[in-house]
């Protein structure tokens, strides 16, 4: 509320009367706690992140299967502590580690993406969405979580193939050899 204060002062100079001014003094109580409740309200009431799908297109199942040559594989094992063990083709004796960081895996199958692309240059293919006819890597990715990986893992990973346009990837079970291997 606002509350007006007289001043005790005598006003009267000179033998002429003056008007007396009153200070006031406003109480913001009142609007401190309805900025609170705006604010309450409006966070709980937005979304604050959307959840958001990642699309996925899984190939038809006619029965038949084509031969991949292994110098188009890489092969990723996501371990514990975010660490990400991977070997190309099936040269599982040449096993290195990497990281999720921008400079760790994103890199590598960049570095191998690049490898595949001038060995065996574009492929052409049309885009299922548009019907656009384009031109993408031969580049197959094989991602294999280990049961001490935690899910995030598996997402990162394949956020990464979508950030660096990896068309052919699959998850698929470890196998007791690669977890021989680093473990």
């Known amino acids: 509320m606002a509350d007006f204060q007289a001043s005790a002062q005598s006003n009267v100079a000179r033998g002429k009367p003056r008007s007396h001014r009153m200070s006031t003094r406003i109480d913001?109580?009142?609007?401190?706690?309805?900025?609170?409740?705006?604010?309450?309200f409006f966070m709980l009431t937005t979304a604050l992140a959307k959840p958001s799908v990642m699309p996925l297109v899984m190939p038809k199942?006619?029965?038949?299967?084509?031969?991949?040559?292994?110098?188009?594989?890489?092969t990723f094992?996501?371990?514990?502590?975010?660490?990400v063990y991977w070997y190309e083709g099936l040269d599982i004796e040449k096993m290195d580690s990497t990281?999720?960081?921008?400079?760790?895996?994103?890199?590598?199958?960049?570095?191998?993406?690049?490898?595949?692309e001038t060995q065996f240059g574009l492929q052409k293919y049309t885009d299922s969405k548009t019907g656009a006819e384009l031109q993408g890597s031969q580049l197959n990715v094989i991602i294999k979580p280990a049961n001490s990986a935690r899910y995030k893992n598996l997402v990162d990973a394949l956020d990464e193939m979508a950030i660096c346009q990896v068309r052919y990837y699959c998850v698929m079970e470890i196998?007791?050899?690669?977890?021989?291997?680093f473990e």
């Open 77 to 83: 094992l996501l371990g514990a502590d975010d660490k």
């Open 99 to 116: 990281t999720f960081d921008a400079d760790g895996l994103r890199q590598v199958i960049l570095r191998k993406k690049e490898k595949v």
């Open 175 to 181: 196998s007791a050899e690669e977890v021989k291997r």
């Open 61 to 74: 199942d006619d029965g038949t299967t084509e031969p991949i040559k292994q110098s188009k594989v890489l």
């Open 28 to 40: 913001f109580t009142p609007m401190v706690d309805l900025g609170f409740l705006l604010i309450t």
